[in-house]
């Protein structure tokens, strides 16, 4: 029974920040590739930053990168997302999910199999 769960989402201002948290259950944690996705209201979740299960890739989108920092710490299954700088254009549901894609370089989406229910980030004044 492998479950994620999102958590620390919330309401900042532009230039705010906010740390989500990602804890995965059923599972042996550092064998997982971990994701943080987000969605727009009627949009598909699209891809914010995944670390691979052996930490060889860590990918950010271009519209993250330098303001937002995946992170893992396997000893306690946990996943983070700090995010500075928030955007508006950063206002989403954000999922985390896993992967137990056996290869790191070619992770496709329909290789993330498990996902969170969401937190919601909203960023406005």
């Known amino acids: 029974q492998v479950q994620v769960m999102e958590s620390g989402g919330g309401s900042v201002q532009p230039g705010g920040s906010l740390r989500l948290s990602c804890t995965g259950s059923?599972?042996?944690?550092?064998?997982?590739?971990m994701g943080w996705f987000r969605q727009y209201p009627g949009g598909g979740r699209q891809v914010v930053a995944y670390?691979?299960?052996?930490?060889?890739?860590?990918f950010y989108s271009d519209s993250v990168k330098g303001r937002f920092t995946i992170s893992r710490e396997n000893s306690k299954s946990m996943l983070y997302l700090q995010m500075n700088d928030l955007k508006p254009e950063d206002t989403a549901m954000y999922y985390c999910?896993?992967?137990?894609?056996?290869?790191?370089?070619?992770?496709?989406?329909?290789?993330?199999?498990?996902w969170g229910r969401g937190t919601q980030v909203t960023v406005s004044a």
């Open positions: 670390i691979t299960w052996m930490n060889h890739v860590i």
């Open positions: 059923g599972m042996t944690f550092g064998q997982y590739t």
């Open positions: 999910a896993a992967s137990d894609y056996i290869y790191e370089y070619d992770i496709q989406f329909q290789d993330w199999k498990y």
